[in-house]
């Protein structure tokens, strides 16, 4: 069997000992004790040692501005259903992203509902991809839509716009905003836009966080798409109909006009004739007969219940943010971030000085761009490996590139049914060598492990579970100047 969480690795540690294992997390005992504050020191201390493939992570930045705000998850919660990539934080401070539709009672790490979440905890302003539409003093504007004014940007704050003149940010009709590059954002990327309307009260600043769930995102974020018959929605899929929005209760959801379905069957109701439910299976039925008491219409086989053929497809019932099948709306809080360090560096996205870009989520160290570019050389000469001008400070890339910068980097990950064996077992050497002195103060144990620690290690290295692929050399100048 596999390692499937620390535990396994601590009692890996105590075999290469000789020591007692531990039967429970919860365990009192002096073995579990010191296990307990080795585990995730070294976990990251071996991390952040060599590049792991299975810990190396891509992640887009973008360069800090003005309008900047951090992303706060919300704590996780075993009553919330989280829809797909909702994020959270665990009671240690990791953050992950939710995997799965109807997401309820799954605590992450533990459960395949969960991943871990490595982008970037920072949010700008939506800015629209394609050309703006010049503002019209007579054209009536609905909330999210953007326009150009004198040169500049700027997103409606209302519905029912007309004839308002755009202005500055304490407008109450029109906020401005900046222009992103034609690729669009990236899978992942967070921005936020102002939100006005019933649901804005439960908003800190009036704004509301939006996950981009594609790449080449071009779509307004606050704008719901049109039903369409022919599109195949996924659960929680958002969509606008008939004036409303509406959720996609189902996976497969396609050509299934949005309504609202049948209150679902309950045993203790009597029904008349006539009277809809829906089924545990998500199947609409009719009432055959009156006094209908106790047939479950899954199982009544068509005597009192008529099966319709239509599915409970759509729900109004969870109250949304209005958003476009491309964004998912992130109930997280925004704050706003004061702009110190590095002094001197933006913040502004240009060429012409230094940008600052905020590291991703759990970053440890870089990994290298592009690791099998400069393989082959022609007489010593470098073969094209590209040379960066980012410098890393606190916890922030550096750099006159004006981005989007896609890093490629270590990643803290803390899921150990998705680390490497060979991690694992180097892993359990180092603890058992570090505890070695607390649990047995045996040189003979110690040197076990030793040998054990440099020997896992060195295999995995051999089979390039720590990434050891072609990096440029470097130029030798004896040999190019001859050449």
Known sequence: MAFLDSLDIANRALFHLGATRISSPTENSKNNTTMSFLYDKLRRAELRRNVWRFA????????????????????????????????????????????????????????????????????????QVSNYTAWSSGTTYVTGQQISYNGAAYQSLQSANTNNIPSAASSAWWFPISVVGPSGYYAGEIVYMPISGANNNSVPGGFVAFLSLVNG?????????????????????????????????????QNNIPATAPAAWVAATSYASGNTVTGADGFIYSSAVNSNLGNNPETDGGTNWTPTGAVAAW????????????????????????????????????????????????????????PKRGSVSFLGAPSGLPYYDW??????LVSRDPGPIVLRFVADTVNVQGFDDMFCEGLAARMGLEACEDITQSDAKMQICTQAYSKFMGEARTVNAIETGSTEPPEDDYITCRA
Do not use: C, H
Not at 391 to 396: M, S, T, V, Y
């Open 56 to 127: 190396t992570r891509r992640a887009v930045m973008r360069s800090m501005t003005s309008t900047t705000m951090s992303v706060v998850p919300s704590q996780w919660s075993i009553t919330q259903t989280y829809l797909p990539g909702s994020l959270v934080s665990d009671a240690n401070g990791y953050v992950w992203i939710s995997k799965v539709a109807e997401n309820l009672g799954q605590l992450p790490g533990q459960s395949v509902g969960w991943d871990e979440f490595f982008g970037t905890l920072t949010a700008d302003i939506y800015a």
């Open 217 to 253: 995102n071009t779509t307004v974020p606050s704008v719901p798409a049109a039903w369409v018959a022919t599109t195949q929605y996924g659960q929680d899929a958002s969509v606008s109909y008939s004036g409303g929005q509406w959720r996609s209760l189902i996976a497969f959801n």
């Open 315 to 370: 729900s109004q019932s969870v109250p949304l943010f209005p958003s476009d099948t491309s964004w998912l709306p992130l109930y997280a809080t925004l704050q706003p971030t004061t702009f110190i360090y590095p002094v001197g560096s933006g913040p502004s996205t240009e060429t012409e000085t230094r940008n600052v870009f905020p590291l991703p989520n759990g970053f440890l160290r870089e990994a290298p761009q592009d």
């Open 391 to 396: 410098e890393l400070e606190n916890n922030f």
